[in-house]
């Protein structure tokens, strides 16, 4: 199939050639083979192609093709390949600028697909006022969204939020839970902060709390 030209056999074998199964290991052949793929329209091979540059693992680094297999992947809707667009503009790599508003044009692309680490990253942006002017509330927003995915940054972001009353009315309740959910998925400083709340809470505050956490389940995508 890949032979004739299918843009999905051909993506599929340089992944088999990438990874090794089925045949020996060949990250030169999955490249070809991905090239191929790209060049029929295949927007999964074309993101492996924009990865690959931008890292330089199997050809030599180039910032530019990099960008360029990203942003045709991310213009077919590829939610993968918008989000790493808007990290590199975040970043500013190489010869690639840095361009804040650009970098939220893409954020915002994938976090209103549904991408758990796009949707923190949103909200980051809305905090800080990166790309985007400072809007506390709906930072909050996009770190709720992210969390409520099971995502747990998001959840220690938002824990904070209720902590302080920052763009959500503040709760107590609300920020030892996601606290405590970011504490199990081993957010950073999430199991401090999660104490310190805890300490001042009652005995009924915290069993109530508990009882949440156990129930607790992750939301679908949205």
Sequence with gaps: LAEKGDARAQFNIGVMYDEGRGVAQDRNKAMDWWEKAAESGNPHAKHNLGLAYLTGDGVEQNYDLAVSWLGEAAGQGLIRSQYSL?????????????????????ISMAAKSGFDK??????????????????????ARWFLTAAEQGYPKAQRNIGTR??????????????LLW????????????????????????????????????????????
């Design 179 to 222: 606290l405590t959910l970011a504490a199990k998925g081993g957010a950073s400083g999430a199991a401090k902060t999660r104490d310190e709340v805890a300490a001042k809470m009652t005995p009924a505050e915290r069993e109530s709390v508990t009882a949440m956490v156990a129930k607790w389940r992750p939301k679908p995508a949205k």
């Design 118 to 139: 796009a949707q923190y990253n949103l909200g980051k942006m809305y905090r800080d006022g990166r790309g985007v002017s400072k809007d506390s509330s709906r930072a």
């Design 86 to 106: 808007g990290k590199i503009y975040g970043a500013g790599l190489g010869n690639i600028s840095q361009d804040d508003e650009m970098s939220f044009i893409w």
């Design 162 to 175: 209720y902590l302080r009353g920052e763009g959500v009315e503040k709760s107590n309740l609300k920020a």
